[in-house]
């Protein structure tokens, strides 16, 4: 009876706290809006200073200069002058929304018992009041890539809106690729101060099964689609696209074996969209992945080398390294507490620029790069004429924690809510202590 009490008063607590700060969704655009004067940074790797940006139906319907726009088309004008302007920002490969409190299982619903696992649809798990999501779009990110973990097939990840109702209101694409976790090939291990590299014992048998799995998906796939009556194998039918381009594979692999194998598979079976997810050492073969046509989402940047013999900013110039390879990249920030630090992914970029990459190329890993990625780009990454008027006005360097301060956001032309349960609690201690207000 008293794990009973404790389970109850539990439960309204999480309640209480999720009703408390609780944000009502933007309603629909009603009235057109133009964005005048500020700095845009266009997300295609072009700046337009003293820029004019119309937002209409919830489309970006005018991209130009200031002085070549018509306002009185339009029923409000937001006067930029000083400020920036950016597309809003994509976090892919996010477990944001499926995650609330570490500590509370009851919260946790980013993976599922199983080992093969690709009819597992995220997107529908996505919490669309979760009290995370407004600390992440106060900087500016407003996407995401919804995405599973587990198993060596996780299953299928979504991209959606961090604004809606329900996952059906936030999702944009419901499944756009299948999570595979590619085995470890080797052992590190040390020995008086060595390194000796060993093959796992159990990575042929793993490699095998992954195989088989595919094979069998694939001479599914070569079948007819079955009709509404017909037997369905679930897992076989999740993998169809993989093998028609509907579906993008995403492989999460660190190791330069692990990538040279992950492509190298995609030969062998026929898949047509791979993209490599964490990539440490993708700058290593990156005329392969090139050649073959692979992207790679970089894992964060704001981390420490994965070996001792590595140089300690490595990390940091890894979306450099790339760039200059021409292969495709994005930067994604999996890893310890993953969906809290969602918020510190234009900082990535900003750290990323800081090492090499221009400032425009630092907002393209964070914007259209990611889009292009997820298969979204004929919709959103860029600030351009017939796309999702999702973007933001910041009154510094987005990419700069110390500048970063949104004035405006907008999804799919929606005037969000920029408030949130950390600025709330840092206005009310300030307060409470007497001491000046910083926000």
Known sequence: MKSLHYILALTSCLLTWGVFAQQTPAPEQSTSILVMGGTAHLGTGDVLKDAAIGLRNGKIDFVGFAQDADRARYDEVIMAHGQHVYPGFIAPNSTLGLQEIGAVRATRDDRETGTFKPHVRSVIAFNTDSEVTPTVRTNGVLMGQITPRGGTISGSSGIVHFDGWNWEDAAIMMVDGIHLNWPRTHHRHRADGTVDIKKRKTYDQELQEITHFFESAQAYAQQ????????????????????????????????????T??????????????????????????????????????????????????????????????????????????????????????????????????????????????????????????????????????????LDMMTNRLSHAFIQGRSIDLDNRQRELYRKYQNKYGAPLLD
């Open 224 to 259: 007819p689609k079955r009709n509404a009556t017909s037997k369905k194998d679930l897992r076989q039918e999740a993998m169809r696209g993989l093998f028609d381009g509907s579906l993008r594979l995403y492989v999460h692999a660190d190791d330069i074996r692990q990538i």
């Open 261 to 398: 194998e992950a492509v190298h598979f995609k030969r062998a079976i026929g898949i047509s969209e791979l993209t490599i997810v964490g990539g440490y050492d993708a700058p290593l073969v990156a005329d392969l992945l090139r050649d073959n046509g692979v992207s790679v989402m970089v894992r964060r940047v704001h981390e420490l080398p994965r070996y001792a013999e590595d140089d300690v900013s490595l990390p940091f110039r890894i979306p450099k390294q790339l760039e200059d390879e021409g292969v495709l990249y994005c930067l994604q920030n999996a890893g310890d507490m993953e969906h809290m630090g969602t918020r510190n992914l234009p900082f990535y970029a900003g750290t990323a620029h800081a090492y090499g990459l221009t400032y425009e190329q630092a907002v393209r890993s964070v914007t259209l790069n990611a889009a292009r990625i997820l298969g979204i780009d004929d919709q959103c990454g860029s600030i351009e004429t017939g796309k999702d008027a999702t973007l933001f006005i910041s009154e510094g360097d987005a």
